[in-house]
């Protein structure tokens, strides 16, 4: 299973919107309505900030949206701030039962 | 509280084999698939392998198909990883994370392999 497609790098200035694009197939983001997000920041565990395309976990900002259009699923983050400086994953679930994670961005603030 | 807790990293020769565990606590662990997750350093994630809440599906990586072996034992919380005829690039560190998609995960053990 290839790894989903993302931008290695994004920025933005703080109070801007940036989106982060995340790009597979009909077999894995196109297929099914189970995309995630992931952050991490330097040294600490990956955080779920989206869910099921769309879905946010309770306790995080709804500054942070989810979506998709055919095989590409994209995070926005509105509003940014200097905190949202880190590193972020798209994840899917594949037809193979198995998931795949993009290949991860990096956003500067 | 959710907490998931890695051990059993460490330094190993090319070849040797080395057992991960992932202590759960705060759920009901006996009801959550869950992953393996590694990531080299400076790298991005890699998807390990996973195993359905009571073992009856596994599922692995082609990169670890038939080396890695996934387990879990319900009666004492705790999900195992057998890494067998390891190779330099699993030098990595090793997550273990709950659920789909991944909504907890431990804060990781390192594994080096190297002679």
């Known amino acids: 299973q290839s790894a989903l497609t993302q931008p290695a790098s994004v920025s933005g200035s703080p109070g801007q919107p940036i989106t982060i694009s995340c790009t597979g197939t009909?077999?894995?983001?196109?297929?099914?309505?189970?995309v995630s997000w992931y952050q991490q920041h330097p040294g600490k565990a990956p955080k779920v900030m989206i869910y099921d395309v769309s879905n946010r976990p309770s306790g995080v900002s709804n500054r942070f949206s989810g979506s998709k259009s055919g095989n590409t699923a994209s995070l926005t983050i509105s509003g940014l701030q200097a905190e949202d400086e880190a590193d972020y994953y798209c994840?899917?679930?594949?037809?193979?039962?198995?998931?795949?994670f993009g290949g991860g961005t990096k956003l500067t603030v | 509280q959710v907490q998931l807790v890695e051990s059993g990293g460490g330094v190993v020769q090319p070849g040797r084999s080395l057992r991960l565990s992932c202590a759960a606590s705060?759920?009901?662990?006996?009801?959550?698939?869950m992953h393996w997750v590694r990531q080299v350093s400076g790298k991005g994630l890699e998807w390990v392998a996973v195993i359905w809440y009571d073992g009856s599906n596994k599922y692995y990586a082609d990169s670890v198909k038939g080396r890695f072996t996934i387990s879990r034992d319900n009666s004492k919380n705790t999900l195992y990883l057998q890494m067998n005829n390891l190779r330099a690039e699993d030098t990595a560190v090793y997550y273990c994370?709950?659920?789909?998609?991944?909504?907890?995960w431990g804060q990781g053990t390192l594994v080096t392999v190297s002679s």
């Open positions: 994370a709950r659920g789909v998609p991944a909504d907890y």
């Open positions: 994840s899917s679930y594949t037809s193979s039962s198995t998931p795949v």
């Open positions: 705060g759920f009901t662990f006996s009801s959550y698939g």
């Open positions: 009909s077999s894995d983001v196109g297929g099914y309505n189970y």
